[in-house]
């Protein structure tokens, strides 16, 4: 399929295809000057929807498809694949933390206004 036949399957825009283009995500063939979308490049591009979706970033997804390319199914792909999952829970939950502490902070100075609401309600 087309490029702009490529954008309405996938719910998405032209610039974003080209940029994964650009970064050699995706690897259309082409037809004439104009890009040729198969199945394979379907299955990549939905691929990288989901990796973003779980919070990795292109760089992280596109040394996730190189390492793929060059090692699938090896122990050395299974190795690197377990520390970035690794990698990226330990991030996760820090952002995790980072989030109890402000929600706690939060609570904390809605506490403090609510006395203060209370405390003029009576005053009046």
């Known amino acids: ?59 992280e997804i596109k040394d996730i498809k190189k390492l793929h390319d060059e090692s699938c199914s090896t122990e050395k792909q299974r190795k690197q694949n377990l520390k970035l999952i690794k990698d990226k829970i330990a991030v996760i939950n820090a952002k995790i933390n980072k989030l109890k502490m402000q929600k706690k902070v939060l609570e904390k100075v809605g506490e403090i206004l609510q006395k203060k609401s209370i405390i003029e309600t009576r005053k009046k």
């Open 1 to 59: 399929m087309y490029l702009k036949e490529f954008v309405q399957k996938e719910n998405t825009t032209p610039d974003t295809v080209r940029h994964y283009i650009y970064l050699k995500l995706l690897n259309p063939g082409r037809k004439g000057k104009n890009y040729w979308f198969t199945e394979n490049e379907t299955d990549t591009f939905e691929a990288i929807k989901e990796f973003q979706g779980l919070g990795f970033s292109l760089q």
